[in-house]
């Protein structure tokens, strides 16, 4: 195939998801047909290509499976999700979330002069598409809140990215043999590879932004696959015993040291420990995520320590985490200058040295990229929003009705979290991130909302109470004993 042809595919792949999306919703459940819609354009759709239209943003890969998947819910749920629940935290750092582009590009008209390098100001009509852009990124947070919120969805979207990582092994075994060719023959995708090498091997990128991301796509089905092992769920025939570990395999073949560590961590503390003990991991994690910058700026961070470390383990990995932590230095300094509401977009929050104004700035993290953007508004709207849904999962917790809710609960939490710290790092987060975040949200919400119903016992004054087939590890009607939580 030609350049030209497989480029033209990937215009045509982005026109038909839609279809693919119809065809989902007709024919599926509305949350499962949600969570793969958005899972299989997240993983499937070519990253590069995109659609644009005069006034409004650019139509690609994360942006047609979110407006594909709101469409589906309509027609097949007959009505529009709702948006906003009330009026609590949540609605506050959401509305924060889409505010401030508006209040950033207004504070940001000037226009920056370094050197010969020129960054036009941030005018209304720029604020506008920000807003709307962010909007259609975070589409699926409330897909998934409104649609994703009970215990059988939970299961389902552990499943379904258990079985995704398994489908997905392919094309990465593919590719750790082959190299990472597929983008480029199906899409046209002509990236340079040479970051993807690792001792003498490639990293895989399907399709997907790089490596490392692929990576940590992998962890997180290993870990989805040990919660259903955890319940003695069977995925298809195949006990998820041993889907967790053909998908542990999987992620050590991506050659990714921060997925290593996630999965070595996680992955046993998902199969042994309690879910009360993983709800507290999970707290300590993005709590860490979210005092990061000002840790960094306070000098508290052991940022001495991680480097000793990675030098004793390998010294091409230690400067590249030295290469990382001074970036962050002369960004964060940078971004302290418009500490509030930050720069705006243009790459404006990047640092320029120089009489021809080079841009000398790595911008790797996704909180510095927001830090830098949004300021530290910005940054406490989503950083918050994202932590806020993991202590409300610790929160809820305790209403669980049985073991099985509850190690779907503290395993989703889990995947958020570390979501949230991989952030730190990289700019990993994307439309499947924000479903992950609404469906854990929409979850612990409904079983508070549980606890505010009739009693099986008061519905037996006004209609007979219905019979449910209990579950196999179901606790008793009236055992109270949350101890193994």
């Known amino acids: 195939m030609t350049d030209t042809h497989t480029t033209f595919f990937a215009y045509i792949a982005l026109l038909l998801w839609p279809a693919a999306a119809l065809y989902l919703y007709s024919t599926r459940p509305v949350g499962q047909a949600t969570i793969w819609t958005i899972l299989g354009g997240y993983l499937l759709l070519p990253p590069g290509a995109q659609i644009k239209f005069e006034m409004v943003p650019a139509f690609g890969k994360e942006s047609i499976p979110n407006l594909s998947a709101l469409i589906g819910c309509m027609l097949c749920a007959r009505r529009m999700p709702k948006f906003f629940r009330g009026f609590g935290l ?3 750092l959401i509305l924060s979330i889409l505010i401030v582009p508006l209040i950033t590009s207004l504070l940001n008209g000037d226009t920056i002069r370094i050197g010969q390098t020129v960054l036009p100001g941030v005018g209304t009509y720029d604020a506008g598409s920000a807003m709307i852009a962010e909007f259609i990124f975070i589409l699926p947070f409330f897909l998934a809140r409104d649609f994703l919120r009970s215990a059988d969805d939970n299961a389902d979207l ?26 480029f023959w199906i899409y046209g995708d002509s990236r340079v590879f040479v970051t993807e090498l690792r001792d003498g091997s490639f990293r895989p990128i399907v399709f997907l932004q790089n490596g490392l991301v692929v990576a940590f796509f992998a962890t997180t089905a290993a870990v989805a696959a040990a919660s259903l092992w955890r319940t003695q769920t069977r995925i298809g025939r195949l006990p998820a015993g041993v889907i967790t570990t053909y998908l542990s395999f999987i992620v050590v073949l991506c050659r990714t040291l921060s997925s290593l560590v996630y999965g070595g961590v996680l992955i046993p503390l998902i199969r042994w420990a309690s879910p009360r003990m993983q709800l507290g991991v999970a707290c300590v994690l993005v709590t860490v995520a979210l005092s990061y910058p000002l840790l960094r700026e306070a000098d508290l961070f052991p940022t001495k320590s991680m480097l000793e470390a990675a030098t004793a383990i390998d010294t091409d990995r230690a400067a590249s985490l030295k290469t ?8 964060l300094k940078h971004a302290w200058e418009r500490p509030w509401f930050g720069w705006g977009r243009f790459a404006r929050n990047r640092v ?3 009489l021809n104004g080079r841009d000398s700035s790595i911008t790797d993290g996704y909180w510095i990229i927001t830090l830098g953007t949004f300021g530290l508004v910005g940054f406490i709207a989503q950083f918050g929003l994202l932590g806020l849904v993991v202590f409300r999962a610790a929160m809820a917790l305790k209403l669980s009705q049985s073991m099985r809710e509850a190690v779907y609960l503290a395993a989703l939490a889990l995947i958020v979290a570390i979501n949230v ?10 439309p499947w991130t924000w479903l992950l975040v609404g469906t854990l949200l929409g979850r612990a919400e409904e079983l508070y909302a549980s606890t505010r119903r009739p009693t099986p016992t008061e519905n037996l004054l006004v209609a007979p109470m219905k019979v449910q087939r209990a579950d196999a590890i179901q606790l008793k009607p009236g055992n109270t004993d949350r101890k193994k939580y």
Request: aromatic content about 8%; glycine content about 4%; cysteine-free.
């Open 421 to 430: 710290v991989d952030l730190l790092p990289n700019a990993s987060i994307s």
């Open 90 to 92: 949540a609605e506050v």
């Open 324 to 331: 990382r932590f001074d970036n962050e230095d002369q960004l």
């Open 352 to 354: 320029y040295h120089g």
């Open 158 to 183: 552990l499943r379904v990215m258990a079985i995704a990582g398994l489908a997905y092994s392919l094309p990465i075994l593919f590719e750790v043999r082959m190299s990472p060719q597929l983008q």
